[in-house]
């Protein structure tokens, strides 16, 4: 069963970044940062869900974290929380919980 999640504090929050944030290039990879939630959780049915919808993966050495990167994507807030709410809707479906994102550097 997915995990109950607020959307719209997620969305107040990354709207609210660009608020505090200057001189943002055009466009950008953006990688959104994903924690394990259920020690059962399933890495390769959320890996393969996320490739398919156009995300790169990477587990980090930690054993709890993926890194979901797509792009380059406009530097908008309305582009990143497009892809950070369809992250984060498949990353709750597979015990994953969302933990911000940032630019690829």
Same mark, same amino acid.
């Not at 709890?64 to 497009?82: H, K, M």
């Given at each position: 069963?997915? %995990? #109950? ?6 969305? #107040? ?6 608020? +505090? &944030?200057?001189? =943002?290039?055009?466009?950008? &990879? @953006?990688?959104?940062?994903?924690? =394990?939630? /259920? *020690? ?9 869900? !996320? ?5 790169? *993966? ?5 054993? &709890?974290?993926? @890194?979901?990167? %797509?792009?380059?994507?406009? @530097?908008?807030?309305?582009? %990143?929380? /497009?892809?950070? +709410? !369809?992250?984060?809707?498949?990353? =709750? ?9 940032? !630019?690829?550097?």
């Amino acid at each position: 069963m997915a %995990i #109950q999640h607020n959307y719209e504090m997620q969305r #107040q929050e990354t709207f609210a970044s660009f608020k +505090r &944030v200057k001189n =943002l290039p055009a466009a950008s &990879v @953006v990688e959104f940062i994903f924690f =394990l939630e /259920e *020690t059962d959780a399933n890495w390769t049915k959320f890996e393969t869900e !996320l490739n398919t919808r156009g995300f790169k *993966t990477l587990r980090e050495k930690d054993g &709890v974290t993926l @890194v979901a990167s %797509i792009g380059p994507i406009p @530097v908008t807030p309305e582009a %990143i929380w /497009e892809k950070e +709410r !369809l992250s984060t809707e498949i990353a =709750l479906e597979y015990d994953f919980y969302p933990d911000g994102w940032h !630019l690829a550097k």
